[in-house]
């Protein structure tokens, strides 16, 4: 039997993947019990399961499928590369077309003299690439000791080595010896959960000047880089205060040290721009791409370099690659992916309606009793769950207990809504219509309704 096409009942499916298959970010012994929900298909914003439920996906995949599901053209792209050169590398002086033609569109859609692409297979491994990138910077110019990055607590940069160093996760560091040397890590700018009593501009300032004494505390100097995500998304949706980006930019032009905007999750329209540093007027020297560079059809990712750091990496030979950097069908599915997004208007259309439409309906659900604030920017959005959102106070109980019960009314009412810790985040398809959004919406106001009243009658209120 073909297990893809003519699967096994859902049951033998969930033994099988227990018995054999690990995942990532899991516990594997409570999934066992509870059995893997297993997706079949998928159409637009729509997943379906193999016992046939219809879930609307609001986290778009991991914050990928930029166009939706079910583009016959992608499958088509795919299929014409495969037929064409299904493989071959970018080392060694060779190249080929999907490379080359990737490469140039990226330089074109990206702002300033970000001309240049070192591709990946994924997020992780560029900021990977960006680690040894920045070094090799500083090293080629005559200073091998300014190779200390600074990041954020709570930042997200993927799970590799290098790239969970990167990160601000506290649970990711503790396993497996993170984090690598020179990365330090300041806090973040999360107003609700940490701004006390300043406003939230005030609070953005005070934590973009964490930057500023960490690089007299450690000297410019010893310092390469400083990278961020412009929203910080697997942390929690955080939109930062508008005063945070212009103090970090002025403080690393001031100092001369490298900016890194990973915009993994937020090019490519998320936020109505082709890249969110354009939304927020960050003038980045590396950005950190992939998700939404393919809408996740297949495994891409890259960085995209300034003129300045190019010319000094292209001065010696930077001993750096995968087998998978620059892809042929990959950098194909990233074309096609590119083609549907400018020639559909679908960036332009975020910019000129969704966004605005999903912020009206998204706000309205900052009235229910559990959510002390419901906030977006572009197609991400957040709810701060609280039992009292005049104290930004947390429940009582472990933290993100509410936020998993929350989750899974969600799922169990048809829509995938994230959580992370008590907050609830969503990212879906840019290509989401008016009518799916209020669809989302009501789901998610069913499942906080539900939610409250288990955690009402649970005593956590
Ligand atoms: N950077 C950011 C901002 C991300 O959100 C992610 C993935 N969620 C990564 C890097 C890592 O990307 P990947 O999972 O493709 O390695």
Redesign the pocket.
């Known amino acids: 039997m073909n297990m893809i096409a003519n699967h096994p009942p859902t049951s033998e499916l969930q033994a099988l993947d227990a018995a054999h298959h690990m995942h990532p970010f899991t516990h594997a012994g409570e999934l066992k019990d509870k059995g893997a929900r297993v997706i079949a298909r998928a159409n637009g914003v729509t997943l379906t399961d193999t016992d046939g439920n219809d879930y609307l996906d609001a986290m778009a995949g991991?914050?990928c499928v930029n166009i939706g599901y079910g583009r016959e053209e992608m499958a088509e792209a795919a299929a014409r590369q495969m037929r064409e050169l299904p493989y071959y590398n970018t080392f060694f002086q060779t190249t080929h077309v999907p490379a080359i033609a990737l490469a140039n569109k990226l330089a074109q859609l990206a702002p300033d003299t970000l001309n240049h692409v070192f591709f990946a297979g994924?997020?992780?491994?560029a900021?990977d690439t960006n680690i040894r990138m920045v070094r090799t910077y500083w090293a080629q110019k005559g200073h091998p000791e300014k190779n200390i990055i600074i990041s954020r607590k709570n930042a997200?940069?993927?799970?590799s080595m290098g790239?969970g160093s990167l990160g601000g996760m506290t649970f990711m560091h503790e396993q497996g010896g993170l984090p690598i040397p020179d990365i330090h890590h300041i806090d973040q700018p999360h107003w609700w959960a940490e701004g006390g009593d300043m406003t939230p501009e005030e609070f953005g300032l005070e934590r973009a000047r964490q930057l500023e004494a960490k690089i007299e505390e450690l000297g410019a100097d010893r310092v390469a880089a400083f990278i961020g995500?412009p929203i910080q998304?697997?942390g929690g949706v955080i939109i930062p205060p508008s005063t945070y980006w212009p103090e970090i930019q002025r403080i690393c032009d001031k100092h001369g040290i490298l900016l890194i905007a990973?915009e993994?999750?937020c090019a490519f329209g998320r936020t109505g721009k082709w890249f969110a540093s354009e939304t927020l007027g960050i003038r980045p020297h590396i950005m950190?791409i992939?998700?939404g560079l393919s809408s996740g059809y297949a495994p891409i990712?890259g960085s995209i370099v300034c003129d300045e750091v190019a010319e000094v990496i292209n001065n010696c030979e930077f001993a750096h690659g995968y087998t998978y950097s620059g892809h042929p069908m990959t950098c194909a599915v990233a074309l096609e992916n590119l083609r549907i997004l400018e020639e559909e208007g679908i960036v332009d259309n975020v910019a000129n309606h969704t966004a605005a439409y999903l912020a009206k309906k998204w706000a309205t659900l900052g009235d229910h009793p559990l959510v002390g604030e419901a906030s977006t920017i572009g197609m991400m959005g957040a709810i701060q769950l609280t039992p009292d959102a005049e104290r930004r106070a947390k429940f009582a109980g472990n933290e993100g207990d509410v936020g998993l019960i929350t989750r899974e009314h969600c799922f169990k009412n048809g829509l995938v809504m994230r959580h992370v810790g008590d907050r609830m985040i969503i990212s879906p398809p840019l290509v989401i219509t008016d009518a799916e959004i209020d669809t989302l919406v009501e789901r998610a106001w069913i499942a906080l309704d539900l939610a409250h009243k288990q955690v009402e009658a649970e005593g956590k209120m």
Not at 122 to 125: A, C, H, I, T, V
Not at 156 to 159: D, E, F, K, N, R
């Open positions: 991991l914050w994924s997020g992780s491994e900021n997200y940069h993927g799970s790239s995500e998304g697997a990973d993994v999750i950190t992939a998700k990712g």
